[in-house]
């Protein structure tokens, strides 16, 4: 459960800080992994209407302003990855559904998006992210900073992207 007295130094005023607890879904009061992995499905959706070329841009620049913001937030609230600071989440669910952008080209041209592989990117991604099998619980445990708050979740992302992919290929 997330204790409202760990929010100190929080300012949601700040774009970093807003931008870092997922546009407040980072705040909710129970599994806020969970709710911020929700919250950047809607993203998801505008995301695909992209190139995946341009796509696979906005995952390297989201990624490395997570380096930053995670970093600045975390540093703000006096906590290394606190539970409430969830763009890791984002941009982690984001790797992962990059396999079905690239199954489903006709995304980017408006078609829709089949809401079964939404839902396996979620679970998958899941998975990999509360379970943490090696490298992710390494690098979780041993990497510091905005960059330690963002690499375990990247890693589960192209994890869960791998087994989405080999997913899409057999029932795509």
Same mark, same amino acid.
């Given at each position: 459960?997330?204790?409202?007295?760990?929010?100190?130094?929080?300012?949601?005023?700040?774009?970093?800080?807003?931008? %870092?607890?997922?546009?407040? !879904?980072?705040?909710?009061?129970?599994?806020?992994? $969970? @709710?911020? $992995?929700?919250?950047?499905?809607?993203?998801?959706?505008?995301?695909?209407?992209? !190139?995946?070329?341009?796509?696979? %841009?906005?995952?390297?620049? $989201? !990624?490395? %302003?997570?380096?930053?913001?995670?970093?600045?937030? !975390?540093?703000?609230?006096?906590?290394?990855?606190?539970?409430?600071?969830?763009?890791?989440?984002?941009?982690?669910?984001?790797?992962? /559904?990059?396999?079905?952008?690239?199954?489903?080209?006709?995304?980017?041209?408006?078609? %829709?998006?089949? @809401?079964?592989?939404?839902?396996?990117?979620?679970?998958? @991604?899941?998975?990999?992210?509360?379970?943490?099998?090696?490298?992710?619980?390494?690098?979780?445990?041993?990497?510091?900073?905005?960059?330690?708050? /963002?690499?375990?979740?990247?890693?589960?992302?192209?994890?869960?992207?791998?087994?989405?992919?080999?997913?899409?290929?057999?029932?795509?």
């Amino acid at each position: 459960m997330l204790n409202r007295d760990d929010l100190d130094g929080l300012k949601l005023s700040n774009p970093m800080h807003l931008a %870092a607890v997922g546009f407040g !879904s980072g705040l909710a009061p129970v599994a806020p992994g $969970t @709710f911020g $992995t929700l919250a950047a499905i809607p993203f998801f959706y505008f995301l695909a209407l992209l !190139s995946i070329e341009w796509y696979v %841009a906005v995952l390297i620049v $989201t !990624s490395v %302003a997570g380096f930053w913001f995670c970093h600045v937030t !975390s540093e703000a609230m006096g906590v290394h990855d606190h539970k409430s600071i969830v763009w890791d989440e984002f941009v982690g669910y984001w790797i992962t /559904m990059l396999p079905v952008l690239i199954i489903y080209p006709s995304i980017q041209n408006g078609a %829709a998006i089949p @809401f079964i592989w939404v839902a396996v990117g979620f679970a998958l @991604f899941r998975f990999f992210d509360v379970l943490k099998p090696f490298p992710i619980s390494w690098l979780d445990k041993k990497v510091a900073g905005g960059f330690g708050i /963002m690499i375990d979740d990247i890693v589960a992302g192209i994890f869960a992207a791998l087994v989405l992919a080999a997913m899409l290929h057999y029932w795509g």
